[in-house]
């Protein structure tokens, strides 16, 4: 059984499409969180915010993380707030390597500036609010195993980066 790989960063820096083509790779299983919520509650990231708030969110996110994180052979694209709750980055860092995905925040105001499906940046200033999380974000980020800088690569560069480092660990 390989050891987990888990994929975490902000909001639209690719951790969805960077993990699908690195679980092709790695011929093992790709899990989206946020996908498994939605599936689960049948209701979309920025319904479950709108309906049940931000905190019914996180507390199911918890659960849903925690029990995907211990199955085995996945390649897991977390959230993008998820790895601040203290359980679980412990239980990313017991079963799986972690690599931050990290993308220059002119370069994800570009990809979010017209999203309507992200929660945290409805009807707000994207820019501002990108820079508030990321700040409020970037420390506990920064205790990924690795940090990708994916400003200038593309998502074949970083697919192939990521299991380099991941297999030869």
Avoid at 36 to 55: D, H, R, W, Y
Avoid at 64 to 70: G, I
């Amino acid at each position: 059984m390989k050891t987990n790989l888990t994929l975490t960063g902000m909001m639209g820096v690719g951790k969805s499409t960077i993990g699908n083509a690195v679980s092709r790779g790695l011929s093992m299983k790709f899990v989206d969180i946020d996908r498994i919520i939605e599936n689960k509650l049948s209701l979309t990231v920025q319904k479950i915010f709108e309906k049940k708030g931000e905190a019914f969110f996180r507390e199911f996110e918890e659960k849903v993380t925690l029990e995907e994180v211990k199955k085995k052979n996945r390649i897991i694209s977390l959230g993008g707030g998820a790895f601040m709750n203290s359980k679980i980055r412990d239980c990313v860092t017991l079963y799986s390597k972690s690599f931050w995905l990290y993308l220059d925040i002119n370069l994800l105001e570009k990809r979010l500036i017209n999203s309507k499906k992200r929660p945290l940046l409805i009807n707000k200033n994207v820019r501002i609010n990108l820079e508030k999380i990321y700040k409020a974000r970037k420390n506990t980020y920064s205790l990924a195993d690795y940090k990708i800088n994916c400003n200038n690569l593309t998502a074949n560069l970083i697919t192939k980066k990521i299991i380099n480092l991941y297999e030869n660990d």
